[in-house]
């Protein structure tokens, strides 16, 4: 079982230069959820999604695209990288329920020169 | 702004020394999680809890509700225990959809 699966591990981009952070999860969860993790602050809410076909914006997406066509991937857009969105990003789900454990990815550590 | 205190930001503990690192929150909640990050950069879930207590292994997680506080304890500690412990709380109030905010962590080092 692998749970949430993020790609890459590492990316570094230029500026302006767009690309997609793939997750995908196999546990049949109909939440997932896309955050960023910058030093000396918390995890902040990007993008999620409450299921197929449905996405809401987060504390912080500005600059990030997301679509849901599927329960199991949900890949996080970055449309013209800046610099600012340098970053380690974690996706994650959880069962729909609202108080259930989340799963989450192995990150994505990404420079944006 | 609802927030997510935690304290303290850094620790460092010898080995076997008993741990606590505490969390705040601001207003009415649903619940809290504490969450275990390695060094590596993984993130995985501790405990999920409303209330009271509970326990896996040498590690116990408390919640008062009334004072807004949770504890996350470590009996026993040891090396590889060293790693970054965040809160998080999925705040009551609708349109939330039950998202998280998340604590800025703390960074535990147990030495041998």
Redesign the interface.
């Given at each position: 079982n692998a749970g949430v699966t993020q790609t890459p591990k590492f990316q570094v981009l230029k500026t302006g230069q767009s690309m997609t952070l793939q997750c995908a999860q196999d546990m049949n969860h109909e939440?997932m959820?896309w955050?960023r993790q910058d030093p000396?602050?918390?995890?902040?809410?990007i993008h999620?999604s409450?299921g197929a076909g449905i996405t809401?914006q987060?504390e912080v997406p500005n600059g990030y695209n997301v679509s849901r066509s599927t329960t199991e991937d949900f890949p996080l857009r970055l449309l013209s990288a800046a610099p600012s969105q340098t970053s380690?990003y974690?996706c994650?789900s959880r069962r729909g329920r609202?108080?259930?454990?989340?799963?989450?990815g192995?990150?994505t550590?990404l420079s944006i020169l | 702004k609802n927030e997510v205190e935690q304290s303290p930001q850094n620790l460092t503990a010898q080995e076997g020394e008993f741990i606590t690192i505490n969390c705040s929150y601001s207003v009415g909640i649903s619940a809290l999680h504490w969450l275990q990050q390695h060094p590596g950069g993984g993130i995985v879930s501790l405990f999920m809890l409303s209330s009271g207590k509970k326990k896996h292994g040498r590690l116990i997680a408390t919640i008062n509700i009334q004072e807004k506080h949770s504890s996350l304890h470590i009996t026993a500690s040891h090396p590889r225990d060293s790693a970054v412990y965040i809160c998080a709380v999925r705040y009551n109030y609708g349109g939330s959809q039950g998202n998280l905010i998340f604590g800025k962590g703390t960074k535990l080092s147990v030495k041998p």
């Open positions: 939440y959820s955050y000396g602050m918390g995890l902040r809410l999620y409450v809401d987060g380690v974690f994650a609202v108080n259930q454990p989340q799963h989450f192995d990150g550590r | -």
